[in-house]
């Protein structure tokens, strides 16, 4: 079943996280370096877990993670890493917590010689889900063939966030650039 379906189909008020992310947020393009950073930290903090968890936890992830803020996550400390692994509004573990921060000065240096974390991905585009896994293996940490392809779905840079049937589909495509439209109706 799509995310598409489950979502239309969805009766129990307690999956409305799903609808709210569904129509507003997967698979639209995010043009802010520290979104895309937030959404790479809760895209490889669900490894393991449902979706849902991120999703309820997102706030959060917000609030611990300094709004996302790249400068200030790239620059925690021992005692950030002790005060993420106490805190039970995200997920505690350690090598999730780590790669967060590494990721963080990776995202920096991208900025200094691409300008934003945005272009880097740009520059990049388009590629086939393996040639992308393999590229942020290289330069990321925690990132596996599942992370990557979430995470690229879900700021609309592989198709599959959505079906085509799905009105939130359409929408997506209106705000995309001509040439990334091409071959997507």
Known sequence: MSYCQFVKD???????????????HYGFPIH????????????????GLSWETILKKEEGFRKAYHNFDIKKVAKYTEKDRERLMGDAGIIRNRLKINA??????TI??????????????????????????????????????????????????LEGAHVKGCPVHSMILKKKPMWERVGQR
């Open 100 to 105: 967060a921060i590494e990721n963080a000065k």
């Open 108 to 157: 920096i240096q991208i900025q200094k010689e691409f300008g934003t974390f945005e272009k880097w991905i740009e520059k990049h585009h388009p590629k086939t889900k393996e040639e992308w896994v393999k590229l942020f293996k290289k330069t990321f940490k925690f990132t596996g063939g599942e992370i990557v392809n979430e995470f690229l779905m879900s700021i609309g840079y």
């Open 10 to 24: 969805n009766k129990d008020p307690k999956k409305d996280v799903h609808k709210k992310y569904h129509d507003k």
């Open 32 to 47: 802010d370096d520290n979104e895309l950073f937030g959404r790479l930290i809760l895209e490889i903090n669900q490894a």
